[in-house]
């Protein structure tokens, strides 16, 4: 079993910049491949960015490339999802998700675990 955790999201105006958070317990983080996905209010969800164990390779949706970093702190148990040059379209609930599989995926069917969501809104 995973546990996961997200904070960090809010309202910011169009062009500014918010840091999301995952906080994961319960299966050895540190081994774990993580993603980030969001869900619009009448769209399906969507792959953000996704990242390895190690944090070597990272994958990110066309969306947000260039504007979005993930990362990771093994020691805390924490992944974090760097959002700058926001924008409206960015509006959408943030869910980290984590995958029992032994490699690095964009699709939603191969994570296993999914945290509450934290809500971002992007103001014009």
């Known amino acids: 079993q995973v546990q996961l955790v997200e904070s960090g999201g809010g309202l910011v105006q169009a062009g500014g910049s918010l840091r999301l958070s995952c906080v994961a317990s319960g299966r050895t983080f540190s081994r774990t491949a993580m993603g980030w996905f969001r869900q619009a209010p009448g769209k399906e969800r969507e792959f953000v960015a996704a990242i390895s164990w190690s944090g070597g390779r990272t994958y990110y949706g066309d969306s947000v490339k260039g504007r979005f970093t993930i990362s990771r702190d093994n020691a805390k148990n924490t992944v974090y999802l760097q959002m700058n040059s926001l924008k409206p379209e960015d509006t959408a609930v943030y869910y980290c998700?984590?995958?029992?599989?032994?490699?690095?995926?964009?699709?939603?069917?191969?994570?296993?675990?999914w945290g509450q969501g934290t809500q971002v809104t992007v103001s014009s």
């Open positions: 998700a984590a995958t029992m599989g032994l490699l690095v995926y964009t699709e939603i069917t191969q994570y296993d675990y």
